[in-house]
């Protein structure tokens, strides 16, 4: 099994920045794509930003250049870089990733429990 966990979320004012962590854990021999995804109450889980094990990034056009996704591959671990946040980023951060068990294994999906992040004054 495969297990994430992500860290960094908090309370921080507008305008302020945060880092969030989402640590892969478990039976792992390739992480290909990882993502950040958050849920704001009452609406859908949305794209924030994605990664490739090759470093290619894709972002959601509402982060208009404030967010940056990276990745650590030695640590299986994926960051996101948030500047400039706003109240509207209000929401639970949760990453995935696409992970190979075993060489011969298809990419499979998993998720983290997510991390709170809020932004008020």
């Known amino acids: 099994q495969v297990q994430l966990v992500e860290s960094g979320g908090g309370l921080v004012q507008p305008g302020g920045s945060l880092r969030l962590s989402c640590a892969a854990s478990?039976?792992?021999?390739?992480?290909?794509?990882m993502g950040w995804y958050r849920q704001a109450p009452g609406k859908q889980r949305e794209l924030v930003a994605s990664?490739?094990?090759?470093?290619?990034?894709n972002y959601a056009d509402f982060v208009e250049g404030r967010f940056a996704i990276s990745r650590d591959n030695a640590k299986n671990t994926a960051y996101l870089q948030m500047n400039n946040l706003k109240p509207e980023d209000t929401a639970v951060y949760y990453c995935?990733?696409?992970?190979?068990?075993?060489?011969?294994?298809?990419?499979?999906?998993?998720w983290g429990q997510g991390t709170q992040v809020t932004v008020s004054s």
């Open positions: 995935n990733a696409a992970v190979q068990a075993y060489r011969w294994d298809l990419p499979k999906i998993f």
């Open positions: 478990g039976s792992i021999f390739r992480i290909n794509g």
């Open positions: 990664i490739t094990s090759g470093g290619s990034t």
